[in-house]
C-alpha cells in the first residue's frame, strides 16, 4: 500500500513539473549593438560638436595664459642680465635683483592660473560628456526595451563590446536576431534637417591643438613653457 502511494506521489509531482515546465514561455532572444547606437545617434554628433567648439575655446584662452608667461618668463631673464651687468653700479643691480624676485613671483602665479584653468576646463568637459552619455544611453535602452517587446523578445543582449575577459558578450548571432539598425531608425526619427551649405570659405583650422583629454576631443599636449 505504501509503495502504491509513494508511486502516486511521484507521478504527482512529476506532473506539476512538467505542466509548470510547460506554462513557462519560450525564450525569445535578440542582439542590438548598444555602442554604434550611441555613435550614430544625431544628439551624440551635436553633443560632440559642441564639446570640441567648448574645447577648441579653452585651448584658445589656454595659449594666450601660455603666451603671457612666456613674455614674464623672458622680461625675468632680462632682469637676471642686467643685474650682473658691472656696467651698473651696485645700487642699480640691488634693484633689478629685486625687480627680478618680483619678475619670478608673477611667473609662478601664472603658471599656476594656467595649470588650474586647465584642470577646471578639462573636469567641467569631462562632466559635461559623461552627463551627456547617462542621459542619451537611458533614451536608448527605452527605446530598445521597447522594440524588444513589440517583437515579443524575452532577453536582449549587448554585443557591442568585450566582457571583463576580454572576450565579445555574445559570440555568434544570427543576424536575423539582431535589432541594432531598427532601434537606430527609431532613435534618429527626429534628426533635424541638415542646415543648408554655406558658401562662405571654410575656416581655417587652428595650429594649436586642443590639450583637453576628453572623448572626441583630439589630445595633444603643447610645448611647455620652460621655467626660467
Do not use: C, W
Amino acid at each position: 500500500m505504501n509503495k502504491i502511494i509513494r508511486t502516486l506521489a511521484g507521478l504527482f509531482t512529476l506532473g506539476v513539473v512538467t505542466t509548470t515546465l510547460q506554462a513557462q514561455p519560450a525564450i525569445k532572444l535578440v542582439t542590438v549593438d548598444m555602442m554604434s547606437l550611441f555613435d550614430k545617434h544625431y544628439k551624440t554628433e551635436e553633443a560632440n560638436a559642441k564639446f570640441n567648439d567648448a574645447a577648441q575655446k579653452a585651448q584658445e584662452q589656454l595659449d594666450a595664459l601660455n603666451k603671457n608667461i612666456q613674455a614674464v618668463a623672458d622680461e625675468y631673464k632680462e632682469m637676471v642680465e642686467q643685474s650682473k651687468n658691472t656696467v651698473l653700479t651696485p645700487d642699480a643691480r640691488t634693484q633689478k635683483e629685486t625687480e627680478a624676485q618680483k619678475k619670478i613671483e608673477e611667473f609662478q602665479r601664472l603658471q599656476a592660473e594656467a595649470q588650474n584653468f586647465r584642470a577646471n576646463t578639462q573636469r567641467s568637459l569631462q562632466q559635461r560628456v559623461k552627463t551627456h552619455r547617462d542621459l542619451l544611453l537611458e533614451e536608448i535602452s527605452k527605446i530598445v526595451t521597447d522594440t524588444a517587446k513589440r517583437k515579443s523578445a524575452t532577453l536582449v543582449l549587448d554585443r557591442s563590446g568585450p566582457n571583463l575577459l576580454g572576450v565579445p558578450s555574445v559570440i555568434y548571432s544570427d543576424p536575423a536576431y539582431d535589432i541594432t539598425d531598427e532601434v537606430a531608425a527609431e532613435i534618429n526619427k527626429d534628426r533635424p534637417p541638415a542646415p543648408a551649405a554655406s558658401s562662405a570659405a571654410p575656416a581655417k583650422p587652428n595650429a594649436a591643438a586642443p590639450q583637453f583629454t576628453v572623448p572626441n576631443v583630439t589630445a595633444k599636449p603643447a610645448d611647455p613653457v620652460k621655467k626660467p
